[in-house]
């Protein structure tokens, strides 16, 4: 019963720790620019660009170019 106890309040305890995390603690997405390839059955995707110029020059000549989230 005592180890039963201990439990349920150790879990109380790091809900209420866990819940109240700040927003401002989420990781920034380094990779803001995605490369979309066109293709008849839909294509695909690459969000991993740092910078506008290096996503350019990936798809330069067979894509398009967004920024994420869109």
Do not use: E
């Not at 294509?43 to 910078?51: D, L, W």
């Amino acid at each position: 019963m005592l180890i039963r106890t201990i439990i349920l309040a150790t879990l109380a305890l790091s809900s209420t720790v866990l819940a109240q995390a700040p927003a401002s603690a989420l990781p920034y997405d380094p990779y803001p620019w995605c490369a979309n390839y066109g293709g008849r059955l839909g294509g695909a995707s690459n969000c991993g660009f740092s910078t506008w110029n290096q996503c350019m020059a990936t798809v330069s000549g067979i894509g398009g170019i967004t920024s994420w989230p869109d």
